[in-house]
C-alpha cells in the first residue's frame, strides 16, 4: 500500500505565498509521477501542477506565473510552492501520485486565501 501525506495549508491573505508539501511512502518500486490538484466548493477538481512521466512541467494557464512544481525524488517528496495567491486559489488542494500504474491520491489539505 501506498500513502501520500500532505503539509504546509492554511490561511493567508491576497499576495502572500504558501508552500505545499506531499512525502510518498509504502511499497515503492519505481519513481512516482507526482502533481497536485485542487477543488474549490462546487468545483470540479482541477490540475494546479504536475511532473510528467519524462519530467517536464504542467501548469493550469491560472497559476503559471506564479506556482512552482518541484521534486525530491529520493524522498519521494513533491512540493508546491504557491506566490501572489488571490482568492480565486482557496480550495482543497489534492497531492496525486501515479506509481507502478496504480493512481494514488492524498487526504487533501485546505488552502484559504483572504481578501
Known amino acids: 500500500q501506498v500513502q501520500l501525506v500532505e503539509s504546509g495549508g492554511g490561511s493567508v491573505q491576497a499576495g502572500g505565498s504558501l508552500r505545499l508539501s506531499c512525502a510518498a511512502s509504502?511499497?515503492?518500486?519505481?519513481?512516482?509521477?507526482m502533481g497536485w490538484y485542487r477543488q474549490a466548493p462546487g468545483k470540479q477538481r482541477e490540475l494546479v501542477a504536475a511532473?510528467?512521466?519524462?519530467?517536464?512541467?504542467n501548469y493550469a494557464n491560472s497559476v503559471k506565473d506564479r506556482f512552482s512544481i518541484s521534486r525530491d525524488n529520493a524522498k519521494n517528496t513533491v512540493y508546491l510552492q504557491m506566490n501572489s495567491l488571490k482568492p480565486e486559489d482557496t480550495a482543497v488542494y489534492y497531492c496525486?501520485?501515479?506509481?507502478?500504474?496504480?493512481?494514488?491520491w492524498g487526504q487533501g489539505t485546505q488552502v484559504t486565501v483572504s481578501s
Open positions: 511532473f510528467t512521466n519524462i519530467g517536464s512541467k
Open positions: 509504502g511499497r515503492i518500486f519505481s519513481t512516482p509521477v
Open positions: 496525486n501520485a501515479l506509481i507502478s500504474l496504480m493512481n494514488y
